[in-house]
């Protein structure tokens, strides 16, 4: 077997949703095995100081301020990045927002804001990346979360629109696979130093209720997902399409999490 598996030199990665969190950890995974690193956010301070840290691998790195509900702004950025690093070759749609409230109190628009961020937006970046995607050979994948599995109170929203993600992996597997694309799901559980997790689990009770829960006994850590976005974009993954992958500890196992208590504190 090729012992450059996870070699990236001259290869493209863009990354929505690139400027922190469990999407940024990929993108610096990937500029760490020597591909070209282009992110797409909403701040441009965030996106700053996320160049800064993937340019210290010493490749070529770009960024683009755009929010993912809206699709001009999406293509603009796809273009641009596209002109200046050719093809991509791993795209990755990992752009979220998250908030703990049950249906009865959350407006129209807040779950509206959770469905156009996480299922809206990857729609808008997977569609219009298409164009620019190598063909064939690109690895497309989007980042889930395990609410898409699990019916969980006070996330209706999110498990909505991330089993909404899920859906368009295996649709655009199936659609995207003769252009020699594949698409699949990451689906991390609770990850050590996360936004997202900042807001479900606020407190060290929430915490310890979280870790309860999980087989391995433990968050994950953010390298762990970036580990698994490497393997699914290279050769070992070359016949691997339309899979949901949990990356959880066994979290998913376990039934629903719940907020209650987390959200309860937050209301106080
Ligand atoms: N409980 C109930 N409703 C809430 C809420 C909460 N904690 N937070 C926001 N909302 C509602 C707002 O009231 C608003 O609805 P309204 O117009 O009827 O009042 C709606 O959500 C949109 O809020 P707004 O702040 O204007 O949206 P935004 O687009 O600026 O932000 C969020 C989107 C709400 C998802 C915001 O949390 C966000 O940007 N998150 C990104 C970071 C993140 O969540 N990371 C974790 C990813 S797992």
New binding site residues.
């Given amino acids: 077997m090729d012992a450059n598996l996870f070699d990236f030199t001259g290869k493209t990665v863009f990354v929505a949703g690139g400027s ?2 469990i999407n940024l950890g990929i993108a610096d995974a990937f500029a760490a095995h020597g591909a070209r690193v282009a992110i797409l956010a ?1 701040d441009p301070a965030k996106i700053d100081a996320a160049l800064d840290r993937l340019r210290r691998h010493g490749g070529e790195v770009a960024g683009y301020s755009a ?1 993912v ?1 809206d699709p001009a702004a999406v293509a603009r950025a796809l273009e641009q990045a596209h002109a200046v690093f050719g093809p991509i070759d791993v795209l990755v749609s990992g ?7 049950p249906v009865l ?10 469905v ?2 996480d299922l809206l937006g990857s729609f808008n970046v997977l569609r219009n990346a298409h164009p620019y995607l190598r063909k064939p050979g690109a690895s497309v994948i989007s980042i889930s ?1 395990s609410q898409a599995f699990t019916p969980t109170r006070y996330q209706a929203h ?1 498990c909505a629109a991330k089993a909404g993600v899920d859906m368009l992996t295996r649709v655009l597997a199936q659609e995207w696979g003769p252009d020699g694309i594949r698409v699949n799901s990451i689906v991390p559980g609770p990850i050590e130093g ?7 689990a606020p407190t060290e009770a929430a915490r310890q209720d979280m870790i309860r829960r999980v087989p391995l006994g433990r968050y994950g850590e953010v390298r762990e997902i970036a580990g698994i976005a490497l393997m699914l974009s290279s050769p070992l993954a070359a016949y691997v399409t339309g899979v949901v992958l949990p990356v959880d500890g066994g979290v998913s196992l376990t039934g629903p999490r719940d907020f209650a208590a987390a959200y309860e504190a ?1 209301s106080r």
């Fill in positions: 922190s969190g909403r929010d509900r752009a979220a927002g998250n908030f703990l409230a109190g959350m407006s129209p628009n807040g779950f509206k804001a959770v156009d961020i979360a999110v996360t936004e997202g997790m900042k807001r479900l937050a």
